[in-house]
């Protein structure tokens, strides 16, 4: 079903309407008067997150039922995609991982030993020599799904009883074998490897807001220094101005995220990393969602940038009037936000989590509004964004502050305030009211 998207502004001259505060958050969202998105966090085990949730709903102004059933629901929606049986199931585990041991030799039974006669018979089947055998591992094998959606799955199988399920995980570092569908450790292997050795270090990023950027840069560089067959694979339609050190056909310009998709898949990439949700949940296993937080602009003076509205960026609400659609601000909307909170002197008024106040030690620096043809251009790491888009820069001086921000406990801005639905939207919500009464009333 295809949600419905409102666009929200407000009166520039009421009293209503307009920005409170500017928040320091961990998952940045736009303003208080919504649930804010809250993101299953990675290693994150189903009682940590609902525990999380639910306080920051009912902080929201829910009851604690609705604010219940609303993480549940999250959670549940964070596996949009079944988990395998073999996840959820130990004797569908066992018996397939027992097929693999029988057809494909599954092995070793205890990879700290030697194992000299399992490998020398490995290296036997892939007609090399025994070293090279033991680099043949699950852990660079593309059947080894190690996405952080599989080992969710992993985790809620595995359960809470005997202790944080992710230990468990990482102590073994498991994941997920999709030619025999069963939990497998990364240092076992099996004959089935050698059918996609070749394609098990393909690794592509995307470019704006993804390569472009000094993490994103980072991890190209970390990756050419593994040893990967990296490449740069973008929606631009052309290469100009992709400023990497990678050989011109390992660079491509797709023209869209849909080419972009398909040459990602044609090339047999392993992993690809990229900043669109529609592309990464397109490549299921294979994509990896970059995020935007964020940067520390200056370490030394203790600055901090970021994004405070991103310009027709759709973001995901849900609520019990009307349900799930997505919001977006325009370029004219966020101009019109960003005077008004200038206006009313709100430099200043900053807290954390949408909830605690900071009384001092963190000031505003900067304030713009990007606009490509005057010039405004956006800081590194957020080239991808739209023209109107508003960034702040903080001067941290609180130590609390700081230090929650160098640990990633803070992670971006988002604003908090009230705005106006489109009339026509509120209009609309009124008669579905009427319609429901009515049949309510027996009429």
């Not at 998709?261 to 392993?270: F, H, N």
Request: glycine share 6%; proline share 3%.
């Amino acid at each position: 079903m295809k949600l419905p998207v409102y666009k929200l502004d407000i009166n520039e001259w009421d009293e209503e309407t307009g920005i409170e505060f500017v928040s320091l958050v961990e998952a940045p969202a736009i303003q208080k008067d919504f649930l804010a998105f809250v993101e299953v966090g990675q290693n994150e085990n189903k009682d940590e997150f609902i525990t999380r949730c639910i306080k920051y709903v009912i902080d929201e102004g829910k009851a604690s039922e609705q604010a219940v059933a609303i993480c549940n629901s999250m959670w549940t929606e964070h596996f949009d995609e079944p988990c395998p049986i073999a996840t959820q199931d130990i004797k569908t585990n066992l018996a397939n991982r027992q097929k693999a041991i029988d057809v494909a030799h599954y092995g070793p039974l205890n990879p700290n030993l030697p194992n000299d006669e399992y490998w020398k018979a490995k290296a036997k089947m892939f007609g090399d020599s025994v070293d090279d055998a033991k680099t043949a591992r699950c852990k660079n094998c593309s059947f080894f799904n190690t996405s952080q959606a599989i080992k969710d799955c992993i985790a809620q199988g595995i359960g809470n009883e005997g202790g944080n399920p992710f230990d468990v995980i990482n102590a073994g570092d498991l994941g997920y074998c999709e030619a025999f569908d069963f939990k497998c450790a990364s240092s076992r292997t099996c004959d089935a490897w050698v059918a996609i050795a070749q394609n098990f270090s393909k690794v592509s990023f995307d470019w704006d807001g993804v390569g472009s950027t000094a993490d994103g840069k980072k991890m190209i560089q970390d990756a050419i220094d593994n040893g990967d067959e990296v490449y740069v694979i973008s929606a631009r339609d052309s290469k100009e101005n992709i400023d990497i050190n990678l050989p011109s056909d390992h660079i491509f310009a797709t023209g869209s995220n849909s080419a972009k998709i398909e040459k990602v898949k044609a090339l047999g990439i392993s992993k690809h990393y990229d900043n669109n949700p529609d592309v990464v949940k397109a490549l299921g296993s294979i994509g990896q969602k970059f995020k935007i937080q964020f940067a520390i602009q200056d370490e030394e003076k203790r600055i901090v940038t970021g994004a405070a509205m991103i310009a027709d960026l759709p973001i995901y609400r849900r609520d019990d009037v009307r349900g799930e659609y997505y919001v977006v601000f325009d370029k004219d909307s966020i101009f019109k936000i960003a005077k008004k909170w200038a206006r009313g002197n709100k430099y200043d008024a900053v807290n954390t989590h949408h909830k605690t106040p900071i009384a001092d030690g963190v000031s505003l620096f900067e304030s713009y509004i990007i606009d490509r043809e005057r010039g405004v251009m956006p800081p590194n790491g957020f080239e991808e964004v739209a023209d109107g888009s508003w960034f702040v820069s903080y001067l941290i001086d609180n130590e609390e502050v700081w230090a929650k921000v160098k640990s990633g406990e803070f992670k971006g801005f988002s604003v908090e305030g009230v705005f106006d639905f489109p009339v026509d939207a509120d209009e609309q919500l009124i008669e579905q009211m009427k319609s429901i009464l009515s049949q309510w009333n027996g009429k």
